[in-house]
C-alpha cells in the first residue's frame, strides 16, 4: 500500500520555464510534507517543507503548494535552470520524530 | 555535504555473505534512520535509532539488524545477503527538537550481492 504517490516518473521542460512536480497522498494523518532532490551517486538533500496547517511554502524558485482536501501537494520551479535536472522526492510524515514515507520520485529534465 | 558520512561508498559480496554498513550522524543529531533504495522504488524506511535506543522499525527483514552505539555513529548489518539485498542503504539523521525535523541524508552505500 503506498502512502505517497508519484504518478510521473518523468518530466522534461525547457529552461526558464515552470516546472510542476506532482504529489498525492492517501494518509490523512500526515502532518509534514518535504521535497528532497536527489543526483546520482548523491544522498537526497532536503529541497523545501510544508506544515499540513499551510497551503503555501516559498522559498526563492521553488514553491510547495498543498491541498488537505485533494490529499495533493505539488512543487513548482520558476524558472527552471539545467542544474535542476534531478530525481525529486515528495515525502510525507506522521507527526513527531517519525519516518519519513517517500513516493518513488519523479526525474525532471531540464533543457537548455 | 549534509554532514552524514557513510562506509563504505561501494561493497560487492556474494550471497550467504554478511556486511556491515556505518554511519555517522550530523555532530548534534541524535536520531538516525536507515533506508534502503531498490532499482525504480522510492526510499523504503527500515529501522529508526534515537540516542541508543531503537524507536521505529518499517519493513526490516529478520536478516538484517542495526545498532547506536554511544558516540552515536550508527550500524546496519546485513546476513545471510540475497540476490535481492543488492540496493542503496542511505542513512539520515535529524535533531529530536527541530519543529520541522528535516532529515539530513548521507551518500549512501551501494551493496551489490552477487
Known amino acids: 500500500d503506498q502512502q505517497v504517490k508519484q504518478n510521473s516518473p518523468s518530466l522534461s521542460v525547457q529552461e526558464g520555464r515552470i516546472s510542476i512536480l506532482n504529489c498525492d497522498y492517501t494518509?490523512?494523518?500526515?502532518?509534514?510534507f518535504l521535497w528532497y532532490k536527489k543526483y546520482p551517486a548523491e544522498g537526497p538533500t532536503f529541497l523545501i517543507s510544508?506544515?499540513?496547517?499551510?497551503d503555501k511554502n516559498e522559498d526563492g524558485r521553488f514553491t510547495v503548494f498543498l491541498n488537505k482536501s485533494a490529499k495533493h501537494l505539488s512543487l513548482h520551479i520558476v524558472p527552471s535552470q539545467p542544474g535542476d535536472s534531478a530525481v525529486y522526492f515528495c515525502?510525507?510524515?506522521?507527526?513527531?520524530?517519525?519516518?519519513?514515507?517517500f513516493g518513488k520520485g519523479t526525474r525532471l529534465s531540464v533543457i537548455a | 555535504d549534509s554532514g552524514v558520512t557513510q562506509t563504505p561508498k561501494h561493497l560487492i559480496t556474494a550471497t550467504g555473505q554478511r556486511v556491515t554498513l556505518r554511519c555517522s550522524p550530523r555532530s548534534g543529531d541524535l536520531s538516525v534512520y536507515w533506508y534502503q533504495q531498490s532499482l525504480d522504488q522510492g526510499l523504503q524506511f527500515l529501522i529508526q535509532y534515537y540516542n541508543g535506543e531503537e524507536r521505529a522499525k518499517g519493513n526490516i527483514l529478520e536478516r538484517f539488524s542495526a545498532q547506536q552505539f554511544p558516540d552515536l555513529h550508527s550500524e546496519l548489518n546485513l546476513s545471510s545477503l540475497e540476490l535481492g539485498d543488492s540496493a542503496l542503504y542511505f542513512c539520515a539523521s535529524s535533531v529530536l527538537s527541530s519543529v520541522h525535523n528535516e532529515q539530513f541524508f548521507g551518500p549512501g552505500t551501494r551493496l551489490t550481492v552477487l
Open positions: 494518509n490523512s494523518m500526515f502532518d509534514y
Open positions: 515525502a510525507a510524515r506522521l507527526s513527531g520524530n517519525t519516518p519519513l514515507v
Open positions: 510544508i506544515s499540513s496547517i499551510k
